[in-house]
Structure formats: structure tokens, C-alpha cells
């Protein structure tokens, strides 16, 4: 039986970081314990999404095209999936053309079926950005900008979304395992008894996308393509439907509702489930670009190694929810769970082996309680992974890795090495370790392919751990007389101090490496050492206010002066002359709040008195970039 399951695939507008890794490790867990489980053929597809106007936006201030921009960010993708040992089958990029013939076959399809109309969308936009800003009010500021965004209307083609309602209640209703967890199941069920609103599916303001066939002017707007992509990526197989589509919280919405609605429009097979897990909080926040807390996995994999990392992740994460990452935590848990406990097993059970037995397995049953024991976990285990609680699993095995470390040290294999009546005893001792070591390291398997692996070649095991099956797990299985391989240790200690400098350094690096892959200029000031310091009552004498911008105009025979016309809460407007003509249109400043120094001696710029100085960053090479406020924030307001 085949078994499908993706990753979200990754908008190009940031680079590969901790969560995107993190998503992307658990999908490579899964297939392969799908394997184990004799699922065959199993695939999973991941890629990269590659349309619309942010990546039209930063293709453009790189000054490349965005297919150029997208094949760049995608190919990073790739390397860092390469590195990080990820095995999947499919990178779809949307800018694939056999990814535009699924879109418009969904298209056709949905609109040969009455899903499909002409409407008009009303939104607010940003002319400067060239931005939708989504859930926006009429007047409120853009985000990137801080200017006050325009309400536009535009004809789009529309989903009839609304259509869905009762068929999509249906679906949770009676297939509870179609959205999970269950309490995000919940959110969304209450979230579509609210009704559901038709979905605009076009724009014919983006020029970066897939055409819509009926009117070039208009290209499909991101849900309707992105999602699609799963079933591109498998186009002229029978994957499709998808058995998983495994996501982050935040795309919920639009996996368990948009998608399911456009294939049921479409008269399409539904995929089969969607699992939706937490974020990775770094210093108890979400990771973001804007609080500059993103960690990116490669530097963290180099100082631990991959699966270190990969074990850490789904130790620590319950799978569905927000869970922690930090340096220090990774450190603690690598040197007790994998040093001393998984590593530590091995290390001193093949040694034992080895010593006392000439480095072959000796043939037992083994001690029947310790059997118990990993029966028991074994099955447990099984059920946790089936339910991609991956913690509660490894807690599992961590139990019985407990359980043989205690078992050894009770039985002293060093003391009845030396007693010639306690042969049997101590190869019943020596094999119940090395039994407990196989099944350990093959349930480990899915998580960390790469030590456990290692390990299994130590044991001397023939078949390797990537054939093993669910059935081939059972106590026993492990042959006496079988030649143990060379001892090597899989995880050394590690220093906590070094490692974290290392990864502390390492993130520095990795972080400029993909800045100026993603075309992000150095800003020229940053780069040079701050200015000499000066004290809190020298800062005090400058002084900032805020400001209102009243008129504006260009100062005649100057290309770079305007000439402005500014409240700053005193009775009459400040005359303030400003170099940024080039970066800001005169009308476009009308109404704006901006930064004044408003006690600098006033001077003569062509033959006017400005009376004080505007606040911009000064970029080398670049424009000037007004200071400027987020929130609202009252005239003449002082800044300290
Ligand atoms: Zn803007």
C-alpha cells in the first residue's frame, strides 16, 4: 500500500531556518517509519512556492528577475535539505510548467462545475510597495513603509467557498482523523459554523504568477496555486491523494478548509488527513525576522550533528504544540540522553562483547524480564509513532535503555567474567544487552537514521536498519554466534561551553551568508564602529520631535530638495528643507508623521531657512529612508 505525505512548500521570501527544518525533519521520520510499518511506495513532496509580490519585490531590489530570485532561494532549499540528510522524493517548484497545468485543470474544473464567477475585490494596498495589505482597515499604515494605505477595487475571479459549508462539517464530522489534533479540529469546526465568505482566487495587479487561461491579465493568487502544488508534484503517478499533508498551525485554515473545498469543486479525491503542529519558540517567542531571533539548522547540525538535532526537536516538542529551543537545553539533553545514555550503552556493551567473548555475539535467549520490559515498550512505542507523538515514543525507548543500564549494572558482567561457574549467566547477560541495543536502535531508526545506523553496523547486523521491519522487531531476532563490527563511539561528550560558541559563531556566519543570498544590502553605516560615545545630558540637548508633514514642494533648480511645511505642536508650521527628493515624492509626504530635530540652528539651502533638520537613515549608494511610527503617536511629541 503506497503512503504520500508533504511539507508545506516554502515561500522563497526567507530562507530555510529552524522550523522550516524542523516540519521537514518530521516528514522524513514519518516515511520511514511508514516503511517499517511495510507501507511501499512511500513519497513525500516538498518545494518551493515561488509567486507573487514580495518575491516580484526582493527579485527587484536585487536587481534580478524573479524567476532568477526563486530558482536562487529555492536552490538553497535544496542544499540545506541535502546536508540535513532529508530523504524525499519531490521538490515541486511552482514555477514549474506542470505545475501551471494542474492549476488550470483545477481551474477548469471548478468552473465547468458553477464554483467559479467574476466579482470585484476591495482590499488595502500600498501604490509605494506595490502590497496588499491583508486585514487592513481603510487609513491604516503599511507595514513595511509606515505610509497610509489606499482602498482599491479590482475585478478578480472568486471561489465560491461559501458553497462548502455543510459538506466540509461533513467531512470533520465523520472522518474525526481528517484534521489533527483534535483540539485544532475543534477551532476549525467552530471557525466554519462561523460561515464561510467566498474566496477571491486572482489579481491582475501581480504580474509574477500563473496566468488565469481565460485572461492573461489576471494571475492566480497564492492559495489557489501554492496547494495545489502537492498534486503537480506527483502529476502521472497514483500517489494522489495525499495520505498526510503535514503543516504548522498557521496554514491550518487553508489546508482543512480552501483545499478540501476546491478538490470537492473539482470532483477530486480529498487527501486523507492534515496534521498541523506548533512553532519553535526561541526565548519563549515565536522565531521571526522582525525580533531577529531566527536560528538557522545547519551551524546547530555541524556542532552536534544532524540527528542530535532531529532527536532534540522531537524529544522536546510534543508534536502539535509550541515547544522550546535553545542552545543550553540542546547541550543538556545531548550529553544525558545520547552520551550517556544511548552512546554510553553501546560503547560499553560491544567493549563487554568484545572483552569477554572475543567479539562475538554470544548465542541466549536472554533474561526474560528485561524481554518483558521491551516487549512491552515496543508495542507502546509503535502506538505513539502511529499517532506521530514522537515524544511520548522516544520517552518510551528511553525507558528501556534505562531499564538494560540498570539491568547491567545489577548483573556485573566484569565480576562473572571472573567466575568460571557464571558462563551462562554472562552470556545471557551480554545478549540481553546487545538484544536490547538492536530493538532500541531500530525504533530510534525513523529518528535518527544516521547514529542509529552506525550503531547497527557495530552490532554486526547484515541487513540494514533501513530494510527492517515492524515484524522483524520481535525479542529474539538477534543471532548468537554473529561477529561484532569496529567500536567506535556514535556520541561523544561534548563540552557545553565550546559547542555553544561554536553554534553561537556559526549562526553569525550562516545568517550573512543567506542575507546576501536573499539580496539584503548591508546597510553602510551598521558596518562601521559606532560613533565616540557621549552621556545622557549631551544627548539631551538634541532636540526630536515629531512631526506633521502640512505641504510639500520641490525646491526649484534642485532635484534633491523639498520644501516643507511642518507642525510640531507649536503655533505656527516649522519651514524644514530636506534633502530627499529623490526617494520621496511631494504628494506622498502629505499627512505623514516624521522626525524633527527641532532646536538645530536654522541655515539657508537655496536662499530658504530651515528650521530644524528631517530624520532619515542614510543607506551608502541608497536612498534616504524617513523615520517614521508604527503606532499613533500625537504632534510635537518629544522622543528621549
Ligand atoms: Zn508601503
Redesign the pocket.
Known amino acids: 500500500m503506497k503512503y504520500y505525505l508533504t511539507t508545506p512548500i516554502y515561500y522563497v521570501n526567507s530562507a530555510p531556518h529552524l522550523g522550516t527544518a524542523y516540519t521537514t525533519f518530521v516528514a522524513d521520520a514519518i516515511k520511514r517509519f511508514k516503511k517499517m510499518q511495510g507501507y511501499d511506495p512511500v513519497a513525500i513532496t516538498t518545494g518551493s512556492d515561488e509567486h507573487g509580490q514580495n518575491v516580484e519585490r526582493a527579485a527587484k531590489s536585487s536587481n534580478i528577475s524573479p524567476e532568477e530570485y526563486a530558482t536562487r532561494v529555492a536552490d538553497e532549499f535544496v542544499n540545506q535539505w541535502a546536508k540535513l540528510g532529508i530523504d524525499y522524493d519531490y521538490f515541486i517548484r511552482t514555477s514549474d510548467p506542470k505545475h501551471f497545468e494542474t492549476v488550470h485543470d483545477l481551474f477548469d474544473r471548478c468552473q465547468r462545475n458553477g464554483y467559479i464567477y467574476k466579482g470585484s475585490y476591495t482590499g488595502q494596498y500600498?501604490f509605494?510597495?506595490e502590497?496588499y495589505v491583508n486585514d487592513a482597515k481603510p487609513g491604516d499604515p503599511?507595514?513595511?513603509?509606515?505610509?497610509p494605505?489606499e482602498t482599491v477595487t479590482e475585478e478578480n475571479y472568486f471561489f465560491k467557498l461559501s458553497a462548502f459549508q455543510e459538506r466540509l462539517l461533513e467531512l470533520y464530522e465523520n472522518d474525526p482523523k481528517f484534521v489533527q489534533p483534535d483540539y485544532r479540529r475543534n477551532e476549525l469546526i467552530q471557525f466554519v459554523k462561523g460561515g464561510l465568505n467566498d474566496l477571491s482566487i486572482t489579481r491582475t495587479s501581480i504580474k509574477w504568477g500563473i496566468p488565469v487561461p481565460v485572461e492573461g491579465n489576471h494571475v492566480f493568487y497564492v492559495w489557489f496555486d501554492a496547494l495545489t502544488s502537492y498534486m503537480s508534484a506527483v502529476k502521472g503517478t497514483s500517489f494522489w491523494p495525499a495520505d498526510l499533508h503535514l503543516i504548522g498551525k498557521d496554514i491550518l485554515r487553508f489546508h482543512a478548509i480552501y483545499w478540501p473545498a476546491f478538490l470537492m469543486a473539482a470532483g477530486l479525491p480529498l487527501p486523507k488527513q492534515v496534521v498541523a503542529h506548533g512553532w519553535i519558540l526561541v526565548e519563549e517567542s515565536k522565531m521571526s525576522k522582525s525580533r531577529g531571533n531566527i536560528i538557522r539548522p545547519s551551524p546547530v547540525a555541524d556542532a552536534v550533528g544532524v540527528d542530535a538535532l532531529r532527536y532534540f526537536l522531537m524529544r522536546e516538542i510534543t508534536f502539535g504544540q509550541d515547544g522550546s529551543f535553545s542552545y543550553d537545553a540542546l547541550i543538556q539533553r545531548y550529553n544525558a540522553d545520547l552520551a550517556n545514555g544511548l552512546g554510553n550503552l553501546a560503547s560499553r556493551t560491544l567493549t563487554m562483547i568484545s572483552q569477554y567473548r572475543g567479539g562475538v555475539v554470544p548465542t541466549s535467549d536472554g533474561a526474560s524480564d528485561v524481554a518483558a520490559v521491551a516487549q512491552t515498550v515496543v508495542q507502546s512505542a509503535l502506538e505513539s509513532f502511529d499517532r506521530f507523538d514522537f515524544s511520548r515514543a522516544l520517552e518510551l525507548i528511553w525507558s528501556l535503555i534505562s531499564a538494560i543500564d540498570k539491568f547491567i549494572v545489577e548483573r556485573a558482567p566484569w565480576k562473572l567474567v571472573k567466575d568460571p561457574g557464571s558462563e551462562r549467566l554472562l552470556d545471557e547477560t551480554l545478549y540481553t544487552a546487545a538484544e536490547a541495543l538492536r530493538i532500541a536502535c531500530a525504533w530510534l531508526y525513523p529518528v535518527m537514521p544516521g547514529a542509529t545506523a552506525k550503531i547497527w553496523a557495530q552490532l554486526g547486523m547484515k541487513q540494514p536498519i533501513e530494510s527492517m521491519r515492524v515484524s522483524d522487531l520481535h525479542w529474539g531476532k538477534l543471532a548468537g554466534g554473529q561477529p561484532i563490527g569496529r567500536i567506535e563511539a556514535v556520541f561523544p561528550r561534548i563540552d557545553a561551553k565550546v559547542a555553544i560558541e561554536k553554534m553561537k559563531e556559526g549562526e553569525i556566519q550562516e545568517k550573512a551568508r543567506q542575507d546576501i543570498l536573499m539580496g539584503k544590502k548591508p546597510v553602510a553605516e551598521e558596518a562601521k564602529p559606532a560613533s565616540a560615545t557621549i552621556n545622557i545630558d549631551e544627548f539631551g540637548k538634541v532636540d526630536l520631535r515629531v512631526g506633521l508633514v502640512l505641504s510639500a514642494e520641490r525646491v526649484k533648480g534642485s532635484d534633491k530638495l523639498l520644501h516643507l511645511k511642518v507642525d510640531i505642536g507649536e503655533p505656527a508650521p516649522r519651514t524644514i528643507v530636506a534633502g530627499i527628493a529623490e526617494a520621496y515624492e511631494p504628494e506622498k509626504m502629505l499627512g505623514r508623521k516624521v522626525v524633527i530635530v527641532a532646536n538645530l540652528a536654522p541655515r539657508k539651502l537655496r536662499g530658504l531657512e530651515s528650521q530644524g533638520m528631517i530624520v532619515a537613515a542614510s543607506l551608502e549608494g541608497g536612498k534616504p529612508v524617513l523615520a517614521g511610527f508604527l503606532e499613533e503617536v500625537p504632534v510635537g511629541a518629544r522622543l528621549k
Do not use: E
Request: proline letters at 9%; hydrophobic letters at 10%; a negative charge.
Open positions: 500600498c509605494h510597495d502590497l503599511c507595514p513595511d513603509c509606515g505610509r494605505t
